[in-house]
T-cell receptor
Framework: SQTIHQWPATLVQPVGSPLSLECTVE??????LYWYRQAAGRGLQLLFY??????ISSEVPQNLSASRPQDRQFILSSKKLLLSDSGFYLC??????????FGPGTRLTVL | GQQLNQSPQSMFIQEGEDVSMNCTSS?????WLWYKQDPGEGPVLLIA?????ELTSNGRLTAQFGITRKDSFLNISASIPSDVGIYFC???????????????FGKGTLLTVNP
């Protein structure tokens, strides 16, 4: 069966520091991968998606970037964090359908 | 981007009551999905709908894909305390397909169940 991992689970970072969040999927090949941010107001905002290695599409202009160095690995990064980058970051995968399956999330607090 | 209007925003009910929530849009969707999110966790897929008029159940949950393809509802019967959480609808717009399978999400319905 497929599983999705995200780490770290929680992170507290100072403004201006770099960021790297990792997402890995097991049990499937060539998944579509997605990064979402969920602010306290509950809505899910799609940040990036990837349909293959090295293929990244950005949905909104922002301070973040994404990379997919391996088939089942998706990384969210920033060179300098802003206060507004705080939130709950969710990674999701799908294969061949519209059904997306989410990871456990990373809670990021920027101080 | 396209919006899904999800209502109600929040609900406070007594254990044992039935719950109904819905999503509507001015655009046509070819897929409707319903997710539940527990506090501090990722959303979990409850039900997926792929055909207009489709009615699907998952235990005490029932969801329907509207005939017009612009709406969907989720019903929960005989609510229990563990039903507490945020319920999201999501859909893929007709014609927006391709290989990316991007979804549009509603803003969620926060359900509180009083025991």
């Amino acid at each position: 069966s497929q599983t999705i991992h995200q780490w770290p689970a929680t992170l507290v970072q100072p403004v201006g520091s770099p960021l790297s969040l990792e997402c890995t999927v097991e049990g499937t090949s060539n998944p579509n991968l997605y990064w979402y941010r969920q602010a306290a107001g509950r809505g899910l905002q799609l940040l990036f998606y990837s349909v293959g290695i090295g293929q990244i599409s950005s949905e909104v202009p922002q301070n973040l970037s994404a990379s997919r160095p391996q088939d089942r690995q998706f990384i969210l990064s920033s060179k300098k964090l802003l206060l507004s980058d705080s939130g709950f970051y969710l990674c999701a995968w799908s294969v061949g359908t519209n059904e997306q399956f989410f990871g456990p999330g990373t809670r990021l607090t920027v101080l | 981007g396209q919006q899904l209007n999800q209502s109600p925003q929040s609900m406070f009910i007594q254990e044992g009551e039935d719950v109904s929530m819905n999503c509507t849009s001015s655009s046509i969707f070819n897929t409707w999905l319903w997710y539940k999110q527990d506090p501090g966790e990722g959303p979990v897929l409850l039900i997926a709908l792929y055909k207009a008029g489709e009615l699907t159940s998952n235990g005490r949950l029932t969801a329907q894909f509207g005939i017009t393809r612009k709406d969907s509802f989720l019903n929960i019967s005989a609510s229990i305390p563990s039903d507490v959480g945020i319920y999201f609808c999501a859909g893929q717009l007709l014609g927006s397909g391709g290989s990316n399978y991007k979804l549009t999400f509603g803003k969620g319905t926060l359900l509180t169940v009083n025991p």
